[in-house]
């Protein structure tokens, strides 16, 4: 079956008459990059299902105000359900009220856009809740409909963790969709189909064929979802999730201008903020200078010849100031502290501040993490006694509590002795941002710290 995009096109010059604006220097990139670019059509997204569906989406969540989740932070069934009736891009698997998220692939992936991009936030309390952020959702429905599809687009590329998708921490396989597989895609004329091969990492050299893992599903289905191709869908004999559901993939014009921008001038592997844990780039692949994420847009301002496009990054341009509250607690053990320190702080000084509240030694290493479900996968802060080469993510004793822009009812995770395990929920209980004089001390204590050891 054959599932196509409902697109409009528009005649005109493509806004792309020089090369100057590349952010990076790649091999094989300036003929091949003006060639692609020089096809006198431009995408129209007047029409866009992906726009209709994430608005129908911001709706749904607005409408209901405290949006209850699970244990986990994931939507619950039966909004899932009420929502999948309500969207185009339906469940591509048989579903039924008592799905997971990880069912809904269209689903799951507009709950990060619109998370990642704070337009919607997770806060953790007595109850779970999915709450607008009623500032930034009116900035959003501001938006052209060109600012909305490169919103969209910008939230996707640079912001959301591609792993929260197939719900099992693999995002390596979306990096390496959007990495090789893009190029492959891209030595195509447009219109030619495109097989995919659920067969391991095997380089083809026909460029007609990819080779893929099953579990590139979402995202070789977002690249449609954003117009770029049509997509044939594989009929299954039987429900997998985890088996590769799509065998062709037919390049669009757009796809093709798209794509070679993105390839050439935002490559995933250096654009995208999770992308390091899964690529290790050679000197010549490294970036001349630092990457702003926030100069993404800047490009798409001239492929849609709208200089003033308006984009919602960065999130929160001005830095947090004052001081924030820290509820710590190890809920097996009912106990709580509630830390108030100023956001100047590190998070190794929160560190400290945990220990000396809880009466532990600090004579072990510990890290600080955002994904709740599987730490190790999100972004993470390790101890800067860590010895080199021997931990993921950014020491944190170079991370400011205001670099993370922290929100009331956000939640990360403290690890601490990673032998005993000792887990610490840390949520944001309150953030003063006129606080002159801040000070880090323990401002409430409930219950009794237990022992760090039996002994």
């Known amino acids: 079956m054959w599932l196509t995009n409902s697109l409009r096109w528009r005649s005109g010059p493509v806004a792309f008459a020089d090369s100057g604006d590349q952010a990076v220097n790649l091999p094989d990139g300036n003929s091949s990059f003006n060639a692609h670019l020089n096809t006198g059509m431009s995408y129209d997204p007047t029409t866009s299902l992906l726009i209709d569906d994430f608005d129908t989406f911001l709706r749904y969540a607005a409408n209901k105000n405290l949006l209850p989740l699970t244990g986990t932070g994931d939507l619950k069934a039966a909004d899932l359900w009420a929502l999948n009736d309500r969207v185009n891009y339906k469940a591509s698997l048989h579903v039924t009220p008592r799905s997971r998220q990880a069912d809904y692939p269209l689903l799951g992936f507009l709950f990060q856009i619109a998370t990642s991009s704070r337009l919607l936030l997770v806060t953790f309390g007595k109850t779970n809740a999915l709450v607008p952020d009623a500032s930034r959702v009116e900035q959003y429905h501001g938006l052209t409909l060109e600012e909305k599809y490169v919103f969209l687009l910008e939230t996707a590329w640079c912001y959301v963790d591609w792993g929260t998708l197939d719900n099992d921490g693999r995002s390596g396989e979306g990096a390496t969709w959007f990495w090789s597989a893009g190029n492959q895609l891209l030595k195509n004329p447009v219109g030619t189909p495109v097989t995919v091969f659920e067969r391991g990492w095997a380089q083809e050299d026909n460029p007609a064929m990819i080779h893929l893992s ?4 979402a995202y070789i289905r977002a690249g449609h979802w954003f117009g770029w191709y049509d997509v044939r869908e594989v009929k299954q004999e039987k ?15 757009w796809g093709k201008q798209c794509l070679t921008l993105l ?7 250096i654009w995208n903020q999770h992308a390091d844990r899964y690529f290790f780039l050679s000197d010549d692949e490294q970036p001349n200078q630092p990457i702003n994420l926030n100069t993404f847009a800047d490009t798409f301002r001239k492929e849609f010849n709208e200089p003033d496009l308006v984009s919602l990054y960065p999130i929160n341009p001005n830095p947090q100031t004052g001081e924030i509250w820290l509820r710590v607690e190890l809920p097996q053990h009912k106990v709580s502290r509630t830390i108030a320190l100023p956001v100047s702080g590190t998070l190794d000084d ?19 993490y955002l994904n709740l479900r599987d730490p190790y996968q999100g972004k993470q802060y390790f101890d800067p006694r860590t010895s080199p080469g021997w931990a993921d993510g950014y020491p944190s004793d170079a991370t400011t509590i205001a670099s993370l822009n922290l929100y009331e009812g956000q939640r990360l995770l403290y690890i601490f002795d990673f032998g005993d395990n000792w887990q610490f929920l840390v949520t944001v209980f309150r953030h003063l941002p006129d606080e002159k004089n801040a000070k880090a ?3 409430e204590k409930v219950g009794k ?3 760090q050891y039996d002994w």
């Open 239 to 253: 429900r997998d999730r985890f088996a590769l559901q799509l065998d062709q993939v037919t390049l669009n014009h």
């Open 350 to 368: 929160l560190h400290h501040q945990i220990q000396g509240a809880f009466g532990f030694d600090n004579d072990h290493l510990y890290g600080f």
């Open 263 to 269: 390839m050439h001038q935002r490559p995933f592997a």
């Open 441 to 443: 001390r323990v401002v």
């Open 449 to 451: 710290a237990p022992k």
């Open 214 to 217: 099953g579990m590139a599903n």
